[in-house]
């Protein structure tokens, strides 16, 4: 463990708080990532080596294995708020170092030997990338063209992945191959391709693709022209190569939502900065009702794409067998939540949302830039829309309804947890999400608060929504009416995620708290229809006021007041 981790327990903080102290202020040019120096990287199209390096001595890849594998994981959400800490200075190293975790995740729902030989990879400080997508093939994974010919106790690999991260710069790559000729998804395999174990006249890296956002990160490719590998780098079984990518998305997706979450941090903190120092007509822009409403609406995207991301890392651990819907939910809902706050915070700042020079402008475009790629990781949108459809049967299934209160247990701050049994992971949920159905009562839960009734009309909404998907044919391709209505049913897993997460925290309840929710509430009453955007402009410049309340006091505007400590 990192002595910088040791320190932290011995003084009583958490893993998280210790690393977010390590990083340091992003304004301070000393600091390890500075933001000064992560724009200029970046318009270079440069890779922040040296940010990876000081990220790799304190050893935040020990996060990305599990306890029993000799790792520190065990609760995701700790990792997850620590690439959310790394995104919020830039989001580039975060998508750099990160990838790691994605790389490793499906050794460890595999399990067997080949997790205990990717353990040792990821916590020696060695890059892992995911070799999953092929030039002209998409999203569509039954189309991959690569081969693993098996040859005894070796396997023979020939074909091409891209655009993959860190294909050039990673020493390993976990690599989908088909291992057969006959078809169906039982064709595919899972490879672990170590470039030091295999000759290295066989591989050939692809030049960087240059994009228009995370412009320094290793977005490239490899050829396998005739690589020979141990049969025992196989990660699960011949022909499991599917379902364990597929299982294996159902972890990496909520994760990746972090770095939306950084990038949501960083611009708001940018828009209340000049909120609370620009001045016109001799009077502060933070004075005038309706700057503090546009600002308080931004703050109110950001914590709904916050709480959404806490339910994704607490329903791994409490609903693991419902993740196949949770972690499409959340992958749709907090990417597209985040460009929309960027958006209306685009409109805020104004021209220097787009220039350089200016403080924190650099940083703006930047984030603004980088939150885009994050809607294509692991399945884009219209993937993770899709996902939601085709549990539609799910969703409207009859089944007794959950209790508000298990849920808010379930998501306390002080509730321990283990790293998960791979095991319970499903293709399709058999009841859709304890969340949905819970949102009535979570609703309840709030009592007479005026939160409660926005919470209860989301959750009448919720249940339309819901004999809406009980109706909807199956579809080889889904209509647009079944996205929208897919997009309607997310938001509403979103609204019962806050009620939760507020409900759960240590300030459940205060003058705080309602603030938060509240605004949070109405923001996605306006997004469903259910409320014009001005009947929700009190709300919203209370959160505004709020966010600069907690700017002046050196804290951030969270949902999650006090976890870091703990963790």
Same mark, same amino acid.
């Given at each position: 463990m990192?002595?910088?981790?040791?320190?932290?327990?011995?003084?009583?903080?958490?893993?998280?708080?210790?690393?977010?102290r390590?990083?340091? &202020?992003?304004r301070?040019?000393?600091s390890?990532?500075?933001?000064?120096?992560?724009?200029?990287?970046?318009?270079?199209?440069?890779?922040?080596?040296?940010?990876?390096e000081?990220?790799?001595?304190?050893?935040?890849?020990?996060?990305?294995?599990?306890?029993r594998?000799?790792?520190?994981?065990?609760? *995701?959400?700790?990792?997850?708020?620590?690439?959310?800490?790394?995104?919020?200075?830039?989001?580039?190293?975060?998508?750099?170092?990160?990838?790691?975790?994605?790389?490793?995740?499906?050794?460890?729902?595999?399990?067997? #030997?080949?997790?205990? +030989?990717?353990?040792?990879?990821?916590?020696?400080?060695?890059?892992v990338?995911?070799?999953?997508?092929?030039?002209?093939?998409?999203?569509?994974?039954?189309?991959?063209?690569?081969?693993?010919?098996?040859?005894?106790?070796?396997?023979?690999?020939?074909?091409?992945?891209?655009?993959?991260?860190n294909?050039?710069?990673?020493?390993?790559?976990?690599?989908?191959?088909?291992? #057969?000729?006959?078809?169906?998804?039982?064709?595919?395999?899972?490879?672990? $391709?170590?470039?030091?174990?295999v000759?290295?006249?066989?591989?050939?890296?692809?030049?960087?693709?240059?994009?228009h956002?995370?412009?320094?990160?290793?977005i490239?490719?490899?050829?396998?022209?005739?690589?020979?590998?141990?049969?025992d780098?196989?990660?699960?079984?011949?022909g499991?190569?599917?379902? $364990? *990518?597929?299982?294996?998305?159902?972890?990496?997706?909520? /994760?990746?939502?972090?770095?939306?979450? !950084?990038?949501a941090?960083?611009?708001?903190?940018?828009a209340?900065?000049?909120?609370?120092?620009?001045?016109?007509?001799?009077?502060?822009?933070? &004075?005038?009702?309706?700057?503090?409403?546009? %600002?308080?609406?931004?703050?109110?995207?950001?914590?709904?794409?916050?709480?959404?991301? *806490?339910?994704?890392?607490?329903e791994?651990?409490?609903?693991? &067998?419902?993740?196949?819907?949770?972690?499409?939910?959340?992958?749709?809902?907090?990417?597209?939540?985040?460009? %929309?706050?960027?958006?209306?915070?685009?409109?805020?700042?104004?021209?220097?949302?787009?220039?350089?020079g200016?403080? !924190?402008?650099?940083?703006?475009?930047?984030?603004?830039?980088?939150?885009?790629?994050?809607?294509?990781?692991?399945?884009?949108?219209?993937?993770n /829309?899709?996902?939601?459809?085709?549990?539609?049967?799910s969703?409207?299934?009859? +089944?007794?309804?959950?209790?508000?209160?298990?849920?808010?247990?379930?998501?306390?701050f002080?509730d321990?947890?283990?790293?998960?049994?791979?095991?319970?992971?499903?293709?399709?949920?058999?009841?859709?999400?304890?969340?949905?159905?819970?949102?009535?009562?979570?609703?309840?839960l709030?009592?007479a608060?005026?939160?409660?009734?926005?919470?209860? =009309?989301?959750?009448?909404?919720?249940?339309?929504?819901?004999?809406?998907?009980?109706?909807?044919?199956?579809e080889a391709t889904?209509?647009a009416?079944?996205?929208? /209505?897919?997009?309607?049913i997310?938001?509403?897993?979103?609204?019962?995620?806050?009620v939760?997460?507020?409900?759960? !925290?240590?300030?459940?309840?205060?003058?705080?708290?309602e603030?938060?929710l509240?605004?949070?509430?109405?923001?996605?009453?306006?997004?469903?229809?259910l409320?014009?955007?001005?009947?929700?402009a009190?709300?919203?410049?209370?959160?505004?006021?709020?966010?600069?309340? +907690?700017?002046?006091d050196?804290?951030?505007?969270?949902?999650?007041? !006090?976890?870091?400590? =703990?963790?």
């Open positions: 990192s002595t910088a981790v040791r320190l932290s327990e011995r003084l009583g903080s958490g893993a998280v708080a210790s690393f977010d390590y990083l340091g &202020d992003p301070d040019a000393a390890v990532i500075a933001t000064e120096r992560s724009v200029e990287l970046d318009e270079a199209s440069e890779f922040p080596a040296a940010a990876i000081a990220v790799d001595a304190w050893g935040l890849q020990r996060w990305y294995v599990p306890e594998h000799g790792g520190e994981l065990r609760d *995701v959400l700790v990792p997850m708020m620590m690439i959310r800490r790394l995104a919020s200075r830039d989001l580039t190293v975060a998508v750099a170092h990160g990838k790691t975790f994605l790389g490793a995740v499906g050794a460890w729902i595999a399990d067997g #030997s080949v997790a205990t +030989t990717m353990a040792g990879l990821v916590l020696g400080g060695h890059p990338s995911w070799g999953l997508t092929e030039r002209g093939r998409g999203s569509d994974l039954s189309r991959t063209a690569t081969a693993a010919t098996i040859r005894g106790d070796r396997l023979e690999l020939h074909g091409e992945k891209w655009p993959i991260n294909a050039t710069r990673g020493r390993a790559m976990t690599v989908l191959a088909r291992t #057969s000729d006959q078809p169906g998804p039982r064709s595919l395999s899972l490879v672990l $391709v170590d470039k030091q174990r000759d290295a006249r066989s591989l050939t890296t692809l030049p960087k693709v240059p994009t956002g995370i412009r320094g990160a290793d490239s490719g490899l050829a396998i022209r005739g690589g020979v590998i141990d049969a780098r196989l990660v699960g079984a011949p499991a190569g599917l379902e $364990v *990518v597929l299982k294996s998305l159902q972890l990496t997706r909520p /994760l990746t939502t972090a770095l939306s979450l !950084g990038a941090d960083q611009v708001i903190a940018i209340v900065d000049f909120a609370a120092s620009r001045r016109l007509f001799g009077r502060g822009l933070a &004075d005038l009702p309706a700057a503090r409403s546009t %600002l308080g609406t931004a703050a109110a995207d950001g914590l709904l794409a916050e709480s959404v991301m *806490v339910a994704g890392a607490r791994v651990h409490h609903a693991t &067998d419902e993740m196949s819907l949770v972690s499409a939910i959340v992958k749709f809902l907090v990417p597209d939540t985040v460009d %929309l706050l960027v958006r209306d915070l685009t409109a805020f700042l104004g021209a220097r949302s787009q220039l350089l200016i403080a !924190g402008a650099g940083a703006f475009q930047k984030a603004a830039r980088d939150n885009r790629v994050v809607g294509i990781f692991d399945g884009n949108s219209i993937v /829309l899709n996902m939601i459809v085709n549990e539609f049967p969703i409207a299934r009859e +089944t007794a309804p959950v209790d508000g209160g298990t849920v808010v247990e379930a998501f306390r002080d321990t947890r283990e790293w998960i049994d791979p095991t319970r992971l499903r293709l399709v949920s058999r009841r859709g999400s304890r969340l949905l159905r819970g949102l009535p009562s979570l609703a309840e709030l009592g608060r005026p939160s409660a009734e926005p919470a209860r =009309r989301v959750a009448a909404e919720l249940r339309r929504l819901v004999e809406l998907a009980r109706s909807v044919p199956r889904p209509s009416a079944s996205f929208d /209505l897919a997009e309607r997310a938001l509403c897993f979103g609204a019962a995620s806050a939760a997460v507020e409900l759960a !925290g240590p300030e459940g309840g205060s003058a705080a708290s603030v938060r509240l605004a949070t509430l109405e923001r996605i009453e306006v997004r469903l229809g409320r014009s955007a001005s009947s929700a009190a709300s919203a410049a209370a959160l505004g006021d709020l966010a600069l309340a +907690t700017s002046r050196g804290r951030r505007l969270t949902m999650l007041e !006090g976890w870091e400590a =703990r963790r």
